[in-house]
């Protein structure tokens, strides 16, 4: 989703941006393979496979592995990234290019965000049912979401999760995110997931606390970042 830059916007400091065309193939390169290895994960948590068969398959896997040269530092930005306030490539919740995310998707609504997602076998806490700490990942970043969305993105401090339903796997969900209120940095985020069947029956809710560092904190926590003109202040904080 593309969403509103937040207050002050900022440039990397850590690898020189290619050009669009550039971006956008390797983008794509990203996912697809982040949508392999996701279907490689999920075979993985469903096979039934003898162990011979799967001590192979764990050589070919580390020969695959082995290919995929480079590495990026921790605090390092992707180049394929829009931080703050966009695209993040492997995000474990919407990165197409995560092995772990579902991916979510997220679009805007008036007066919120809305995201879609189905959970797999690698995603299950009890048999048959997403894990209650996915689901909290789902509402937390959607609750995100919808903070920068409403132009005042932050970090989650409070997060209260009511789990009403078991959350079914392979079922599309819809997630439901909104802002309810604002105190100085802090932001009041309502959210819930119900699938998309039957949306009137809330599986889980939350509320939330999202807190904006001062630009300080914001420049410790993201030394990736910097302001416009090489400055080294007013560093902007998004997801
Ligand atoms: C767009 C994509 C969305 C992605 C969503 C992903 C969400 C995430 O995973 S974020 C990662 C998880 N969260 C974190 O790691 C945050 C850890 N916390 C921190 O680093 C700091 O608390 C930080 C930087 C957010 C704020 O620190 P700082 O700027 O010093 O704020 P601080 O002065 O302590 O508190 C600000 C206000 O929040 C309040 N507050 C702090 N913690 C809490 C809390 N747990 N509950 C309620 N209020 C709180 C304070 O009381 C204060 O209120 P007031 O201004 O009225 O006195």
């Known amino acids: 989703m593309n969403s509103p830059l937040p207050h002050h916007s900022a440039t990397r400091t850590t690898a020189e941006q290619p050009d669009e065309e550039g971006v956008h193939r390797q983008r794509t390169a990203i996912a697809a393979l982040g949508h392999e290895v996701r279907a490689l994960v999920d075979a ?37 990234d829009e931080f703050p306030g966009g695209a993040r490539m492997y995000s474990p919740v919407t990165g197409t290019g995560s092995p772990l995310a579902p991916p979510l998707k997220v679009t805007r609504l008036d007066g919120g965000v809305a995201g879609t997602c189905a959970l797999g076998l690698a995603h299950e806490g009890p048999p048959g049912y997403g894990h209650g700490g996915i689901s909290a990942m789902l509402l937390d970043e959607s609750m995100g979401w919808a903070c920068a969305t409403a132009g005042m993105p932050g970090m989650t401090v409070s997060l209260q999760m009511r789990y009403q339903r078991p959350v079914p796997l392979e079922a599309r969900l819809r997630v439901l995110a909104h802002v309810t209120g604002t105190e100085g940095r802090k932001v009041y985020v309502a959210g819930s997931i119900t699938t998309e069947e039957d949306p009137s029956t809330v599986l889980a809710a939350a509320e939330g606390v999202f807190v904006s560092p001062d630009p300080e904190h914001a420049r410790a926590l993201f030394p990736g970042l910097r302001a416009p003109g090489g400055s080294d202040g007013g560093t902007a904080v998004g997801r």
Not at 58 to 76: D, F, Y
């Open 44 to 80: 993985t948590v469903r096979t039934t496979a003898a162990p011979d068969a799967l001590l192979r398959v764990a050589e070919g896997v580390r020969g695959l592995a082995a290919q995929l040269t480079g590495r990026r530092a921790r605090a390092e930005i992707p180049v394929v």
